[in-house]
């Protein structure tokens, strides 16, 4: 399959490696500043052959691609996404899948119109550790489930915000919460049953005043099937990323994943006493080099199967709009000072420019 990738900067790595692993034939590479295309090409020795655009649209006109992946500033992910889907291509998409409901939902409509197949990056539902435990999920292991935590307790320094004036703004990015936090609400509403009720949450900006968006964000969650979840994010962290970590518990069953991205298991305790917890620790548990794991290559792997066979990718459309609402969600009840009840009709991270 011809695959290309728009954008070359933080994370254009993960999908390059996850696309030649995956034996997909790089036909072009897309961005808007030319030298982070010949830097990817560098990096990974790819043939002088592969073509290089600084404009999307031409490219997608020009070349025949069966998948394009979009890894721009979030706040450019829905008209790419849209334009590639109006050529019928297949779209894997970096989170969020987009910053407005609406825009969220113009792509599923689009991907279902057009017969292509939409898959938004929360790779870290591919992670072992999170693959088993949603694994006890589906067994019910843990009986009824009580509460579910998501913390991601992160270090963004000015740097990080200075090398792409998109960031932390409403327009391309939102805060904290939906560029560095999204990925372990997704894991969170996949384990304690997606459907939310209820938002009761807090923002702030407490140490980046340079931004436009939050960079720290705590929220009550009541899920219609009677569980609670708490989220805590924040990118204020001294004077580095200390952990990102999941907690569910439940009647019957307490699981803990951590690591650099819920890439370990470290606390796996349930009643039926059916497993040796050390060595569940040992089996499903990883150690990423960074905080984007191993996930890409399982997704597009998975993108691949998908297309193939005609069937829904793992995590499509669908899963990242429900993150994506959940966190404007957030953005609404902290607004408002009260609880917001889902699901919400419009939101945007517009509606909150300059909320701080």
């Not at 830097?39 to 031409?58: G, M, V, W």
């Not at 490219?59 to 996404?81: C, F, P, Q, R, V």
């Not at 090398?163 to 304690?192: F, P, S, Y």
């Not at 952990?243 to 690591?259: H, R």
Request: glycine fraction near 8%; hydrophobic fraction near 35%.
């Amino acid at each position: 399959m011809n695959y290309t990738l728009i954008g070359c900067g933080r994370i254009s790595p993960n999908h390059i490696q996850a696309a030649i692993d995956n034996k997909l034939n790089i036909v072009a590479l897309c961005d808007v500043d030319a030298d982070k295309i010949g830097k990817a090409l560098n990096l990974f020795k790819l043939s002088p052959d592969i073509k290089q655009y600084t404009d999307y649209k031409e490219m997608i006109k020009n070349e025949n691609i069966d998948i394009a992946a979009i890894a721009t500033e979030s706040g450019k992910h829905s008209e790419i996404a849209l334009n590639c889907i109006e050529k019928n291509i297949n779209t894997i998409i970096e989170k969020p899948i987009a910053l407005s409901l609406s825009d969220a939902d113009k792509i599923i409509e689009a991907a279902e119109e057009h017969h292509v197949k939409v898959s938004i990056s929360h790779q870290n539902r591919f992670n072992k550790s999170i693959k088993k435990i949603r694994e006890a999920v589906d067994n019910n292991k843990f009986g009824r489930l009580f509460y579910g935590t998501a913390q991601v307790r992160w270090n963004r320094g000015e740097d990080y915000y200075k090398k792409a004036a998109w960031r932390g703004t409403w327009e391309q990015d939102g805060g904290a919460l939906m560029n560095q936090c999204i990925h372990n609400v997704d894991i969170l509403l996949w384990m304690m049953g997606s459907e939310v009720s209820e938002v009761m949450a807090y923002t702030d900006k407490l140490a980046h005043d340079y931004i436009e968006a939050e960079d720290f964000g705590i929220a009550l969650i009541k899920f219609k099937n009677g569980a609670y979840g708490v989220i805590e994010g924040t990118t204020d962290i001294y004077p580095e990323n200390l952990e990102e970590t999941l907690y569910i518990f439940g009647e019957k069953g307490t699981v803990k994943a951590g690591g650099k991205s819920l890439n370990t298991i470290e606390q796996w305790r349930f009643g039926d006493k059916s497993d040796n917890e050390e060595e569940i620790k040992r089996i499903y548990s990883e150690n990423p080099p960074n905080v984007y794991g191993f996930g890409h290559k399982p997704l597009y792997a998975d993108m691949i199967d998908a297309i193939k066979n005609n069937r829904r990718p793992y995590v499509d459309g669908n899963t990242g709009r429900r993150a994506l609402e959940l966190v404007l969600a957030i953005y609404k009840s902290a607004a408002l000072g009260k609880p917001v009840t889902l699901p919400l009709e419009k939101c945007s991270t517009i509606d909150f420019k300059g909320r701080f």
